[in-house]
């Protein structure tokens, strides 16, 4: 929960690195939150579920595209590789680049975050 938190609070922070854990603590819980609102709108018939459902999706974007350019910057990538997900195959790319390790020593966009943790 710390990791989604933490990816949470650097809302529209796009400098910086996000190690692999920060990145898909995030999606794991944005997956759940997802799930559970998928069911609610299943289940429901009411306008109120629509309308919380659509806000968390707008208000989903700006972190979401945050914590995926830190986390290819802890791979040393710019943040503009994030365009390959436009392209059909590109999200693929990405989501190969969000597996790869950190680069063990600091690069432009800073130190590597898993030093601080140890």
């Known amino acids: 929960m710390q990791w989604f938190l933490k990816a949470f609070q650097n809302y529209a922070v796009f400098n910086g690195r996000a190690r692999r854990k920060e990145y ?16 609610l709108l299943e289940v429901s018939d009411s ?9 968390f999706c707008l208000a989903m974007i700006i972190p979401s595209i945050a914590v995926t350019v830190r986390r290819l910057h ?4 710019s ?25 063990p020593e600091t690069n432009q966009w800073g130190p590597n975050p898993k030093e601080k943790s140890l």
């Open 24 to 39: 898909w603590f995030f999606a794991l819980f944005m997956g759940i939150i997802g799930i559970v609102l998928t069911v």
């Open 47 to 55: 306008w109120a579920v629509i309308i919380i459902a659509l806000i």
């Open 74 to 77: 802890d791979i040393g990538r």
């Open 79 to 103: 943040g503009w590789w994030y365009l390959l997900s436009l392209v059909p195959i590109g999200n693929i790319v990405i989501l190969i680049f969000t597996l790869l390790d950190s680069q």
